[in-house]
């Protein structure tokens, strides 16, 4: 594999594996703190990753909340937010989202090539449409992020995502945040989805760190080390 951007997955979940709830209505999986935390970590990335379905779902603003930290970026010589950046399949894509709108920084489109063009014409002006073949081709999206001086991508879902990132042993660090109650929902979104991973019971990941953060608990997972492959 070619150069490509340390890899940082982000989540919050119920205890039973759940992302959110089928009410429609934000579910809160996290505490101020604990957002304080994630804000920090975005901080100290050179851009954030979301799937197309969270930004149609959730419009998140995917922005550095903290004026300080926002600050500290300006004085390295960044923007105060990250590039964000999406994955997109069929491309339905509203520039009038959050996602295109707030920040600074440049906003990336890595879609499937047949509707590149399409996506291209919806986005001109608000982000940079990127051929990202057909199917998708994760490690070659990571290497043009590396190409445009991406050197540490924070992945922050939806379950798509999380599972494609996964299943191609693509996660360099996991950050999983676990909320005090269960969903039980089969209709709600999860984690991730069906798939064949890399890190199964054979060959685990390795647990790095386990910090309660008031009522929700932080699981810090690196992959394993080569030799136990």
């Known amino acids: 594999m070619g150069e490509r951007p340390y890899v940082l997955l982000s989540v919050a979940m119920s205890i ?21 935390r994630v ?39 960044l923007t105060e937010t990250p590039v964000k950046v999406t994955l997109t399949g069929r491309g339905d894509l509203d520039p009038a989202r959050r996602f295109f ?4 920084a440049e906003k990336i489109v890595y879609v499937t090539g047949p509707s590149a063009g399409r996506v291209r014409r919806t986005l001109s ?17 990571l290497a043009d992020l590396a190409a445009r001086g991406v050197g540490r991508l924070m992945v922050e ?14 996660v360099d660090e996991l ?8 969903v039980g929902d089969p209709a709600a ?17 390795r647990l790095a760190e386990a910090r309660p953060i008031g009522d929700v608990v932080l699981l810090r997972y690196l992959p394993p080390e080569p030799s136990d492959a």
């Not at 039973?16 to 304080?36: C, Q, V, W, Y």
């Not at 002006?125 to 999206?141: F, S």
């Open 189 to 205: 979104p999860r984690f991730v989805g069906g798939a064949s991973f890399p890190y199964g019971h054979d060959r685990p990941m």
């Open 125 to 141: 002006g608000v982000a940079t449409v990127v051929d990202a073949g057909d199917p998708l081709d994760l490690p070659g999206v």
């Open 16 to 36: 039973d594996g759940f992302i959110d709830d089928a009410s429609g209505a934000p579910l809160a999986l996290s505490n101020e703190a604990d957002f304080d």
């Open 101 to 104: 709108a707030l920040g600074d």
């Open 175 to 182: 950050h999983l945040v676990v909320a005090p109650f269960l």
């Open 39 to 77: 804000d920090e970590v975005r901080a100290g990335c050179d851009a954030i990753l979301v799937g197309a379905g969270t930004i149609r779902a959730d419009d998140p603003r995917l922005v550095v909340r903290s004026a300080a930290r926002r600050a500290e970026r300006v004085r390295r010589g």
């Open 157 to 170: 879902g939806g379950t798509a995502v999380h599972t494609l990132f996964l299943a191609h042993g693509l």
